[in-house]
Every structure is written in C-alpha cells, then in structure tokens.
C-alpha cells in the first residue's frame, strides 16, 4: 500500500534525523557574527554574510534600532555598536530583554540584527568575546568555537545570558540515553542566574533545577535536550516562582521568574519549571497546535513531580477532577478552535485520552511517556517545527499503535465530547468534599495507578532537606 503524502513525509524526516552523526556533514555558514562585549555592556558586533544577491540587515523594531549606532553596511557585511544596559532597561520584559545587576537574559533578535535576502533560512554562526569578568551564554549547539543558529531566523531564537551573572554547567544525561540497553551519554544544562535572588543561595538555586533536570529525565528516559539554556529572573518584592516562557529556535531556552524573597520549599512546590522543560521535549506544533503543546506540559508537569515523590496521587487526581471540566466545550466543539485556558485543559484531558487508551490497548505495556519520549528520541525535538498530523504520527510510530492519531480525528475538528464523571468512576477517583478517594476496585483502578506512577516502580528524586 503506498504511503500517504504526511506519512512519507514524515519517514522522510525519521529517516534522515536517524542517521549517524558522521553521515551528516556540517555546512559552512552562510553568516558569521563575531561580537565584543564591554564592561559597560555595549557590544560591538561585525556581522557577515556570503551571498550571490544583495543582503540587507534589519532590526527587529523600533525599539531595538533606537539602541544601535555606528551602523554601516557594505558587501554583505554589517558593523554596528549596540548599547545593551539601555535597551534592556527601556524593554524590560521577561518577553524580550531583563537587566539585574550587570547582567541581561535577552532574546538574540534584542541584539543582532536579521539578513534579508537569502531564498531560505542562513545558518549563522555567532563567537562572542567578552571583557574579564563578563560571560556569555545561549541554548544554541556549538560548532567549534561558535554557538550555532540554524533552521530558524534571528526573530525567532531564543534567549542569550551576557555580562555580570553566575554561570553554571549542569550535566544531563542526552535524550534517550536513560533506555535500557542504551550507551549513557551526556548533555548539558547551561544555567544562568542573574543578581538579586537573596531568600535563597546560589548554590541552593542550582540544585533546585538539578533536582528539577533530574525528575525529568527520570520521566522521559534521559533529559528533554542535548544542550539547552535556562535562565533565572529576579523578581521584586515577591517569594516563590513567577512567569516561565519557553523558546526554542535554534536551541531550546527557558526563562522562569523567581521572587528575590523565596526559599526552597517555595521552589520545590512549584510547577513552573517542570511545565517549561516539558515543552523542551517536544516541538513547536504549527497548525492551531497550542492547545497539543500546553495541554502535553499541563498534563505531564503534576506525573513528573508525583514519580519524584513530590506529589501524592490522590493530589494529582484532585487537580484534574477540579480543572479538566475547562476544557469540556473545546474538546466537544473542536480542540482548532480552543482558546485561553481551554488550551491547557482540552489539551489535558487529551493527554490523558492518549495515555489511557495506550495503556489499554497495550496491557499496560506503553504509555503517554513512550509516545512523547519516542518522538523525541527519534530526534524530532524543542528547535523543531511540524503539524499536528504529523506529531501524532510520530507518536503512534514510536509506540507502535495508532491512537494519537485517531483521537486528533475525533477531537480536533469536529469535536467529540467527552463524559468526565464516567471516567472518574472508571477510573476509581471520587471527589468526597474536599478530598479525592481512590477506589482500587474499579475497573480501571489498575490504569489509574500506572498513569500516575508508569510500569515500573518510580525513582525518587530526594528533596533538599530528605538528603
């Protein structure tokens, strides 16, 4: 039987992430960015690019332009000073650019301007020297001695660390590596923590997220990237965890916002880091996808934190029973059409579909983490574009049974409602005033247990003050 033009597309691309790194030959850039970063944060970038036609070099916006001097540009290349500190401190956005202290967490379009003028996307090679002192960070692979921007433009990239701030390396193991049967190997976690957090140490913040690296890739069999780059943000006048944003062009990156008063149980208590390195694991979902990506994060962050020990099953369930009705009407007029907090909750309780019926359909064998960790493992990752068919295709290739793809046609444009009060019962879950009861008699008692806690035994990840 010949193959569907989305399937074959997607062997296509299975076939070729497949292959050993040997086979892949690294091109030349067709850019380079070489950058000097002063003590007062202004930097000054030569940016040059091969081309047979004319390249043009263009800010991201208005803001960004009103912060650059010196620009001029001619036969392909661009030499300009751009004043960091002040755009940092005009922007001020988690979104775009942050200063504290002598330190800035920006997006890379804050600082480099885009090439206009290739027929497809460059591949960009960026070397950033700095004065003593001074650091520089990304979530982009490396290439020799340069951080690489390929398959995506400058617009989309995601965030830098430059100047006065800690640096710390953090080894993960690399995607997969965790499998039985498979050659451990290592990746990295760059962090990056800018002055001002005073409730807590540094050294207490870099365990928190080596604690929090480390429940993750219990869950996903190895850690969600090879390389990526996570920043910590201060925040006023607050205690505990704020904001978290996720961007993976090019690399993967997370910034999460952390109140400069908190302290450890704060962070342990959280989920917001969990959920951002949950979308690290998975790529950006084109095609009204949001709902596929936040509903995978939203649904998987409380299992994560439950296998660690860091969370109670009956906690789980309970916020499920008391949040998934948000999603009811998106799942029942069609998850294209799904909005807001619909996103999150349509997209759960999808999840959680996906995982029930792969645990039925399997005996127990498979499960959402093997669709999520598979399509991952076959190299479709955070830098990574595709549409939801596709995704779901990939899912059901890695676990082998087509049940991501039927319920994308049941759920997504026509729209199927779906009886949460029957499947709690199913399940064995019963909200009893204010407690969930878990019953082990019902039907699918067994299902419920393995959704929260897998097939195996889960392994603890010891809180700070269990050690």
Known sequence: MLASPMNLRLFLLLAVLALPAAAQPIAAPDCTVDADLAGDLK?????????????????ESERMSAHVSGLTVANGEARYQFDLRAYARAVDSPTAAVLRGEGVLATLSSWLLQPRGYDRTP??????????????AAGLPKAGDAWRLAGTSVGFAGYNALGRLSFTDIVVPAPGSLRAGVARQDGVLRL???????????DELVDWVRRT?????????????????????????KRGVGFGR???????????????????????NDWVLVHELVHTGMPYIRDRGTWLMEGAATYVEPIIRARAGWKTEEEVWMEWVKDMPQGAQALAAGLQNASGRANYWAGATFMLLTDLSLRRASNGAKGLEDCLGGVLWSGIGAPHRIGIAEYAAACDHATGIGIMTDLV????????????????RELGVTMVGDRIVLDDTAPGAQWRKMIVFGMKPPKRVKLPWES
Request: glycine share 12%; hydrophobic share 45%; proline share 5%.
């Open 192 to 202: 990056a923590i800018l002055d001002g957090i005073t409730g807590v140490s540094h």
């Open 43 to 59: 930097l000054q970038v030569r940016f040059h690019c091969r081309s047979t036609g004319p390249i043009s070099f263009v800010p």
């Open 123 to 136: 591949v960009i090679d960026i070397r950033v020297r700095t004065a003593d002192g001074l650091g520089f």
């Open 246 to 268: 996720t961007v993976s062009g090019g690399g993967a990156t997370v910034m999460v916002e952390v109140g400069v008063e908190t302290d450890r149980r704060r962070l342990f």
């Open 409 to 424: 046609n049941s759920h997504y444009a026509i729209g199927t409602p779906v009886p949460l009060a029957t499947l709690w």
């Open 213 to 237: 690296a480390e429940a993750e890739s219990n869950y996903w069999q190895g850690f969600t990237a090879r390389q990526m780059m996570v920043g910590l943000v201060p925040m006023a006048g």
